[in-house]
Nanobody, 113 residues
């Protein structure tokens, strides 16, 4: 199975920033659509952002203008830059390789003052 390892989560204050990273194994990374999802307690897992192999992005309405997804195919890594964080962003964030339906282990993001 394709391995995905997230990092960069943590505790931040409202208005703060975090950058999540997802390091992927496998030669198919560069031709795979990648995505970030999040799941808050008691809620469904939801799509936050996606990026195609060519760099086309999409975002959930709730994060547009605040979050940026990017990728570095040479490093086989996808990033999620999160700015202007809000308490409602608190969730476990998961990286996904859409083509292989592979998930990372998740990284906790907590936004609290």
């Amino acid at each position: 199975q394709v391995q995905l390892v997230e990092s960069g989560g943590g505790l931040v204050q409202p208005g703060g920033s975090l950058r999540l990273s997802c390091a992927a194994s496998g030669s198919i990374f560069s031709i795979s659509t990648m995505a970030w999802y999040r799941q808050a307690p008691g809620k469904q897992r939801e799509l936050v952002a996606g990026i195609t192999p060519g760099g086309i992005t999409n975002y959930a309405d709730s994060v547009k203008g605040r979050f940026t997804i990017s990728r570095d195919n040479g490093k086989r890594t996808v990033y999620l830059q999160m700015n202007s964080l809000k308490p409602e962003d608190t969730a476990v964030f998961y990286c996904k390789n859409v083509q292989t339906n592979s998930w990372g282990q998740g990284t906790q993001v907590t936004v609290s003052s």
